[in-house]
């Protein structure tokens, strides 16, 4: 069974500093990863999309990396504003005939101006 | 280009009754999925739709059941709704290669609460 786990829980930090989160899988047999953002109270807003096959996608101040042997997804963030400030998920997608996306529980980020 | 769009945004219910909420698919998908989302938890998998029939369930129990329709709209059926159903439940459009999904476009989800 795909286990997703994000570290840290919770990471606040002042703007304009860099930052990374953290995501890791049990079962490197996947087909996609997908980074989300959600704001409180609201559904998810797709960040970035990385197949099996790709190594990194980026995305203005989003960059996603991929290691599918270790298990691991990084979301680096550049100059951290204070409207970054949400729920980031990361979700796999394991191979073969699943159909469903594994969340984690996500980071909650706070930017402080 | 129309997003996915959710309907009713927050639902009151009493324990026992049973609900129907709906999606609207973004246009040109072929594939909607419905998730539940606890407080503090990631999404949780209920079922995918493909082409108007059930080709993925999760862990979920039969009293939660689901539709699609000609124009890819959906809707979530749950019914003798017990107090640990209350979450936001969360609908995912994609177009689908073959019958797997790409990339997954969520609604704004319908928030349900279970006296």
């Known amino acids: 069974k795909q286990e997703v786990t994000q570290i840290p829980a919770a990471l606040s930090v002042p703007e304009g500093e860099n930052l990374v989160l953290n995501c890791s899988f049990t079962?490197?047999?996947?087909?996609?990863l997908q980074w989300f953002r959600q704001d409180p109270g609201k559904g998810l807003t797709s960040l970035l999309l990385?197949?099996?096959?790709?190594r990194e996608q980026t995305s203005g101040r989003l960059n996603a990396s991929l290691d599918k042997s270790s298990g691991r997804s990084t979301l680096y963030i550049a100059a951290s504003q204070p409207g970054d400030s949400a729920t980031y998920l990361c979700a796999v997608r394991r191979g073969g005939s699943a159909r469903q996306l594994t969340f984690g529980s996500g980071t909650q980020l706070t930017v402080l101006p | 280009e129309t997003g996915v769009t959710q309907s009713p945004t927050h639902l009151i219910k009493t324990r026992g009754q049973q609900v129907t909420l709906r999606c609207s698919s973004q246009?040109?998908?072929?594939?909607v999925s419905w998730y539940q989302q606890a407080l503090g938890q990631g999404p949780q998998f209920i079922f995918q739709y493909y082409r108007e029939e059930e080709n993925g369930r999760g862990n979920f129990p039969p009293r939660f059941s689901g539709l699609q329709f000609p124009n890819y709209s959906s809707e979530l059926n749950v019914n003798a709704l017990e107090l640990d159903d209350s979450a936001l439940y969360l609908c995912?459009?994609?177009?689908?290669?073959?019958?797997?999904?790409?990339?997954?476009?969520f609604g704004p989800g319908t928030r349900l609460t279970v006296l």
């Open positions: 990385i197949q099996s096959s790709q």
């Open positions: 995912a459009s994609s177009l689908a290669s073959g019958n797997f999904p790409n990339e997954q476009f």
């Open positions: 246009s040109g998908h072929n594939t």
């Open positions: 079962d490197s047999a996947i087909y996609n």
